[in-house]
């Protein structure tokens, strides 16, 4: 069984692509280190203030993926506040 989970981040606080880059790094880094799963940007878009985020992980029980991509989504809303950014939308796939 694969989870996908599909973040949606508004970042408020970034006047340039460098400062949306630097949120989006910083919450990749830490996602991966927390949780060990596979994390990447999904949109190449040139909108400083929107970033798509992508999380895999995979297992052989759902039960433990639901668990760990909420686990996921609540540690990425608080990094992002932290950051000046927020989680505007959320939402998981099952494969």
């Known amino acids: ?6 973040l ?3 970042i408020e606080a970034a006047q340039s692509l ?3 880059r630097q949120v989006v790094r910083s ?5 991966r280190a927390r949780f060990n799963v596979s994390i990447a940007e999904l949109d190449s878009s040139n909108l400083w203030n929107r ?5 895999v ?3 052989d029980s759902r039960d433990y993926l639901d668990g760990l991509m909420r686990n996921v989504e609540r540690q990425a809303t608080r990094i992002a506040n932290n950051h000046g950014a927020e989680v505007a939308d959320s939402f998981v796939d099952f494969l």
């Not at 069984?1 to 599909?6: E, G, S, V």
């Not at 919450?27 to 996602?31: A, C, E, S």
Request: aromatic share 4%.
């Open 18 to 20: 460098k400062d949306k």
């Open 51 to 55: 970033a798509t985020l992508g999380v």
């Open 27 to 31: 919450l990749k880094d830490r996602l």
């Open 57 to 59: 992980s995979i297992s």
């Open 8 to 10: 949606e981040l508004r």
């Open 1 to 6: 069984m694969i989870a996908f989970l599909t």
